[in-house]
């Protein structure tokens, strides 16, 4: 008879504590960070603190990556407290990098649940587009035509939340069709045990329709946020650096962004028109003629409350642009008058439908506090030191070429409010120091600006909204993992950043 195993009372005791880990994550997944939880202190003791800090952050980008086996937010807070037990940064330091980026915390939570209020309005606004425009190559215009429009002059976070929760509703609508539910019927949209088998293939190129237009509305910000001061919070930041006003800053960076612009619109009727990179995929006709069915009977049943709700809607979103472009306020503090405002005018003053309206932010929230410790540890290590010496270490055109490859690629992981920062601030040391030209430093701030605008559409962590589409409850739905975010990006960061590159390269030459 075999002896018995010293370690099955072990295996059977931390069998409990393996099955909650992490939840219903794939077991290869929990091995694989309670694997890097154990080895990091062992690195740190091993390696030292500047490279343990550069693996954590590999770590990080992995847990986005497997955004759809398990939320960021556990996995990589456990990371983010381990580099702070491990002093890699200190908790006032994080707090610091939080309280720099207070404002776009305060956009997310108020902002995204005051679009939620929004929503009847909107879905009703975008249904009669998707119904009324049949060609998907001038569909995908509009989205990016209208995403730079707003992204020009509102927050890109803002604008992916509003189409975001447009594609939500959509999505919703056409998977009650599939399920074969009626409209007084429960459903969740997020189940789809219920869909027939014989509209589960047009539920997949729905999804793929719904993943062209948010690819292609998610690179209309990048391309709008470049061109403004006001379009990206590091252009801002790089502004007042350089004291110049809204008028400047667009003729400045013209000599870039306008180029950028024209190609990613090109970019768009190339890979609509080839089926490249996963685009080309139509509106099945079954979900046009749902969206038509539904536009009607909304409109046949809307009664007069519901009409003073809609009008009110409107008004309240008419309000919020107009507030945003004229910058009335903290874009957050017109996200909570929004809540206010529409809450109180369509009679919605219950504390739990109140309270719904937060539960799509809040975890993103979470994970962006996750990302700003993490931010706080590159700060704290220095790892961008050396690449900030040997940028500014050269001359002429050879240091704008370097820096702005420098600050795109080191936006595509970090923050690019701490890059651009992080750079703006050496070179006015450099301007006042007399180290550099005045003519020398608006040609640097220029490719800051684009560097932190333009190469960090290639990942999905590279922008604040980026980041927001791949975490929201819409990825999973139209099942836009990291991986095909990374594919449907591609070619977009490709053309972009090759035309930014020729174009600094021309306004320096």
């Not at 090109?266 to 099945?284: H, M, N, Q, R, V």
């Not at 969206?291 to 009008?311: I, M, N, Q």
């Not at 290590?381 to 270490?393: E, K, Y």
């Not at 070429?401 to 923050?415: K, P, Y």
Request: proline share 5%; charged share 10%.
């Amino acid at each position: 008879m075999p002896s018995p195993s010293l370690s099955a009372p072990w295996a059977r005791s931390l069998s409990p504590v393996a099955h909650t880990f992490l939840g219903s994550s794939p077991r290869w997944y929990k091995i694989a960070i309670a694997a890097s939880l154990a080895g990091n202190p062992l690195l740190w003791a091993v390696a030292g603190p500047v490279v343990t800090t550069w693996v954590l952050l590999a770590e990080f980008v992995f847990t986005l990556a497997m955004s759809m086996a398990c939320h960021p937010l556990p996995p990589a807070g456990l990371l983010a407290i381990e580099g702070v037990l491990l002093r890699l940064t200190t908790p006032d330091g994080v707090v610091a990098a939080v309280r720099a980026n207070l404002s776009t915390l305060l956009l997310l939570v108020f902002m995204v649940a005051g679009v939620y209020f929004l929503r009847d309005v909107l879905l009703v606004a975008f249904t009669r587009l998707f119904v009324a425009v049949r060609a998907k190559l001038l569909l995908s215009l509009a989205f990016v035509g209208a995403s730079a429009l707003l992204s020009a002059f509102l927050d890109a976070l803002t604008v992916v939340a509003v189409v975001s929760a447009v594609a939500t509703g959509l999505y919703a609508v056409y998977h009650r069709f599939a399920s074969k539910r009626s409209p007084g019927d429960d459903h969740d949209h997020t189940d789809d045990a219920l869909v027939r088998d014989i509209a589960r293939a047009d539920l997949a190129q729905f999804r793929a329709f719904l993943r062209n237009l948010m690819m292609h509305a998610a690179a209309g910000t990048a391309l709008g946020g470049l061109t403004t001061l006001v379009g990206e919070p590091q252009n801002l930041l790089i502004g007042d650096a350089a004291g110049w006003d809204f008028a400047e800053f667009f003729h400045r960076v013209a000599p870039v962004s306008l180029p950028v612009v024209a190609v990613g619109f090109l970019t768009t009727i190339l890979l609509e028109a080839t089926g490249w990179f996963g685009y080309g995929a139509s509106l099945p006709q079954s979900s046009r003629d749902v969206l038509e069915r539904w536009v009607k009977a909304r409109a046949a049943g809307r009664d007069p409350s519901a009409r003073v709700k809609l009008v009110t809607q409107a008004l309240v979103a008419v309000f919020l642009i107009a507030a945003l472009t004229f910058q009335a306020a903290e874009a957050g503090l017109i996200g909570l008058a929004v809540i206010v405002l529409a809450t109180a005018f369509t009679g919605v003053v219950e504390e739990h439908a109140i309270g719904r309206a937060f539960a799509d932010a809040l975890p993103f929230a979470g994970l962006l506090v996750v990302f700003f410790a993490i931010v706080a540890m590159i700060d704290d290590q220095r790892l961008f030191a050396p690449i900030i010496a040997a940028v500014l270490g050269r001359t002429g055109a050879a240091a704008a070429l370097t820096l702005f490859g420098a600050t795109g690629m080191l936006s595509m992981v970090s923050d690019n409010v701490f890059v651009a920062g992080t750079y703006i601030n050496q070179i006015a040391a450099a301007f006042h120091g007399g180290a550099i030209s005045r003519e020398q430093f608006d040609t640097l701030a220029v490719v800051v600006s684009a560097g932190t605008n333009i190469p960090s559409v290639a990942t999905p962590n590279g922008q604040a909204a980026f980041l927001f589409l791949l975490t929201s409850p819409l990825a999973s739905l139209i099942r836009l993992d990291y991986l095909r975010m990374l594919r449907l990006a591609f070619p977009y960061a490709l053309t972009m950043t090759t035309t930014g590159l020729v174009a600094v390269a021309l306004m320096v030459a």
